[in-house]
């Protein structure tokens, strides 16, 4: 199989380039895809490298690596408030393998569907296993969330339920596959890992009521309210976090899994949830509450004046381990 046909065969198919409401006006097949951006919408871009051992076991199975790929990059445009378009698709295979391509493909798919973006161009290469997609957004120029807008009395929420996937990660790297008979909380935790939840609609709902202030937790909570700490600090003067450590949502499996000191200990360090943290000035959390009451999102703390993130005894929060870095 040419790399031509691999494009063709897998790629350039209508379950990956009609998904979505936002027509490429050139897409797969030249050079360069061509996109009109509609009047008074910003482009918000990210991209996100997947490395094969490194972001997920190389064993696992291809259509879940495809899935996790487009979810994890798609997080990041529900980070900033922005409407999932377009993505492009950098593959690096070690091997053109059919049944790995096509289930990888149909993964792949599966999210752009969920997501409503359209795949609109890539590259294919040889070499170690390694996935990198560019997602695009539309955002209302105004309406951006940035890390940088936390503000001193803002609250601190998060999205659903945190350190689910981090637990998840013991059985994934000794067992990448779900096993065929397995409890259902050990099968929620693979949930977790392999289909994460960007918060889309979240993200973009949070805009519109007027929050400023998002990050997607990809490195743990405090790794990631740490950024928001950095750049906001950066802005304006200095700003510190004060988290009522005792709300902090963790789910039933978690607490089934794990004792509750580390439930907690995950759901401050553990990476790869891809929830939402978000901050926001009082005034808006009558606006909020129907989100609390539903249980979408839970009110963990808020930004004080005084550098650093304590809990409510103003004790600075210790962990066994940081959030994960690279280098
Ligand atoms: P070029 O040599 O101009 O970079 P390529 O031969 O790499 O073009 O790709 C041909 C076309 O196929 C381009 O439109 C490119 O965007 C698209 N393409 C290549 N690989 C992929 C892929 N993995 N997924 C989607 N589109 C791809
Ligand atoms: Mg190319």
């Given at each position: 199989m040419s790399e031509f046909q691999l494009i063709a065969n897998y790629f350039n198919q209508p379950s990956l380039t009609s998904v979505g409401d936002m027509p490429a006006e050139l897409g797969i097949g030249d050079d360069c895809a061509l996109l009109s951006l509609p009047d008074q919408q910003q482009l918000a871009i990210s991209i996100d490298t997947l490395v094969a051992d490194v972001h997920f076991p190389a064993e696992a199975a291809a259509e879940q690596i495809g899935y996790r790929a487009l979810a994890v990059s798609v997080s990041d445009l529900a980070a900033m408030g922005a409407k999932p378009s377009w993505f492009t698709l950098a593959l690096t295979l070690p091997e053109s393998d059919r049944s790995w391509l096509a289930q990888f493909a149909k993964g792949l798919s599966q999210a752009a569907n969920q997501f409503d973006i359209r795949l609109v161009g890539g590259d294919t290469t040889r070499g170690y296993l390694t996935i990198s997609i560019q997602v695009h957004g539309l955002v209302d120029p105004s309406r951006a969330m940035l890390r940088s807008k936390a503000a001193v009395g803002d609250l601190i929420y998060v999205s659903g339920t945190l350190g689910d996937a981090a637990a998840a990660l013991k059985y994934v790297k000794s067992?990448?596959?779900?096993?065929?008979?397995?409890?259902?909380?050990?099968?929620?935790?693979?949930?977790?890992?392999?289909?994460?939840?960007?918060?889309?609609?979240?993200?973009?709902?949070?805009?519109?009521?007027?929050?400023?202030?998002?990050?997607d937790i990809s490195d743990g909570l405090l790794a990631d309210l740490g950024h928001i700490l950095e750049e906001s600090a950066k802005a304006d003067h200095s700003v510190g976090a004060k988290l009522d450590l005792a709300a902090l949502p963790v789910s039933q499996a978690l607490l089934s899994e794990v004792d509750n000191a580390s439930a907690f200990n995950l759901a401050l360090t553990g990476g790869d949830d891809y929830e939402l943290c978000f901050t926001a000035p009082p005034q808006l959390a009558p606006q909020l509450s129907p989100l609390v009451e539903a249980g979408d999102i839970t009110l963990i703390g808020k930004i004080t004046a005084q550098?650093?993130?304590?809990?409510?005894?103003?004790?600075?929060?210790?962990?066994?381990?940081?959030?994960?870095?690279?280098?």
């Open positions: 067992q990448p596959n779900l096993p065929e008979f397995t409890s259902s909380v050990v099968s929620q935790l693979y949930q977790r890992f392999y289909r994460p939840e960007p918060r889309i609609n979240l993200g973009q709902r949070l805009a519109a009521l007027g929050v400023k202030c998002a990050i550098p650093g993130i304590v809990d409510i005894y103003d004790q600075t929060i210790a962990v066994d381990q940081p959030g994960y870095q690279h280098f």
